[in-house]
């Protein structure tokens, strides 16, 4: 009696629960992109600081990958204004081991560096 009463409960709710499930599978799906601490947005921020505001250096993409690991590509007028903008990225805080990738061309110049993000900045425990 007791075991044909539970099987009659759950075929009451069986489907709720596989509806649930596939709420679950989304969120876990997506919820890197909803990150509460808004990592990529800070990340984004300090990137863009590094660029000039008059459009000579320009990033095409941005990738963040891991938790940490940042990789840019774009194209500067020429190498002024690229060595210009590599010196202040060095100096932006969260930023640690710059390294370029890629450097092609003398006007304009392709370029492609990555980078670590240190939330908190470079001295950050």
Not at 32 to 59: C, H, N
Not at 63 to 92: F, H, K, M
Not at 103 to 114: E, L, N, Y
Request: proline share 3%.
């Amino acid at each position: 009696m007791q075991l044909w009463r539970l099987r009659s409960q759950w075929s009451e709710m069986q489907a709720k629960v596989h509806e649930l499930e596939t709420f679950q599978q989304q969120i876990r799906k997506f919820r890197p992109w909803f990150d509460e601490s808004l990592r990529s947005m800070s990340i984004l921020k300090q990137l863009t600081s590094a660029f000039p505001e008059d459009g000579v250096v320009y990033a095409k993409t941005v990738e963040i990958r891991d938790p940490n690991t940042v990789t840019c590509s774009g194209i500067a007028r020429d190498n002024q204004s690229w060595l210009r903008t590599y010196e202040r990225l060095r100096a932006v805080e969260g930023v640690t081991d710059l390294k370029v990738d890629r450097i092609q061309g003398k006007s304009p110049v392709q370029f492609t560096f990555d980078f670590h993000w240190v939330e908190g900045g470079k001295h950050a425990n």
